[in-house]
T-cell receptor, first 113, second 113 residues
Framework: DAKTTQPPSMDCAEGRAANLPCNHS???????VYWYRQIHSQGPQYIIH???NNETNEMASLIITEDRKSSTLILPHATLRDTAVYYC??????????????FGKGTHLIIQP | NAGVTQTPKFQVLKTGQSMTLQCAQD?????MSWYRQDPGMGLRLIHY???????DQGEVPNGYNVSRSTTEDFPLRLLSAAPSQTSVYFC????????????FGPGTRLTVL
């Protein structure tokens, strides 16, 4: 799976959009970009994933650059409950499972009141 | 649906003791896995299963055994606990091993003295 690079921490004001960047310059053509988050002491939670088109669901939007070497997760109206560590993961969609999900250190997003 | 459940939530063991961490899911998922998370680190895959009767090793399998006799349950056994196994353990499941959304349990916090 391709390696990802994320900033270790970010702050965002409550009610504003939180934009979390991820660099994955070695991504392969068949690798998807996944985002998970982990709120303190809880299990990770799936947010969104995409291949090359922008994606949106009830939680967030995922913007992937045209060359697919980077992406941005957008939380449109951040709340205090969005304070968490956010993980950007790149993997082949049809992976056999042997590698599981490779969690790096992620970005610790802190929402300020 | 209860989702993914794990028991116990907390456990303290002495070096050399054995125990089993329980994991169950009620979503009829074929794929289940175990991760450990050490302080300040990402999650690392211990063992996984792509279906009942089938298990395989992940990144850090030493000191752990698993079995999968039913679709619902995937217990993790510590054979002879060591202080290096002090960690938070998460169980996860997904519809298949093919990179779908994975659902995580709330975790078991294990301390080995």
């Amino acid at each position: 799976d391709a390696k990802t690079t994320q900033p270790p921490s970010m702050d965002c004001a409550e009610g504003r959009a939180a934009n979390l960047p991820c660099n994955h310059s070695t991504i392969s053509g068949n690798e998807y970009v996944y985002w998970y988050r982990q709120i303190h002491s809880q299990g990770p939670q799936y947010i969104i994933h995409g291949l090359k088109n922008n994606e949106t669901n009830e939680m967030a939007s995922l913007i992937i650059t045209e060359d697919r070497k980077s992406s941005t997760l957008i939380l449109p109206h951040a709340t205090l409950r969005d304070t968490a560590v956010y993980y950007c993961i790149v993997r082949v969609y049809s992976g056999g499972g042997a590698d599981g999900l490779t969690f790096g250190k992620g970005t610790h997003l802190i929402i300020q009141p | 649906n209860a989702g993914v459940t794990q028991t116990p939530k907390f456990q303290v063991l002495k070096t050399g003791q054995s125990m089993t961490l329980q994991c169950a899911q009620d979503m009829n998922h074929e794929y289940m896995s175990w991760y450990r998370q050490d302080p300040g680190m990402g999650l690392r895959l211990i063992h996984y299963s792509v279906g009942a009767g089938i298990t395989d090793q992940g990144e850090v399998p030493n000191g752990y055994n698993v079995s999968r006799s039913t679709t619902e349950d995937f217990p993790l056994r510590l054979l002879s606990a060591a202080p290096s196994q002090t960690s938070v353990y998460f169980c996860a499941s997904s519809y298949s091993a093919g990179g779908n959304e994975q659902f995580f349990g709330p975790g078991t916090r294990l301390t080995v003295l």
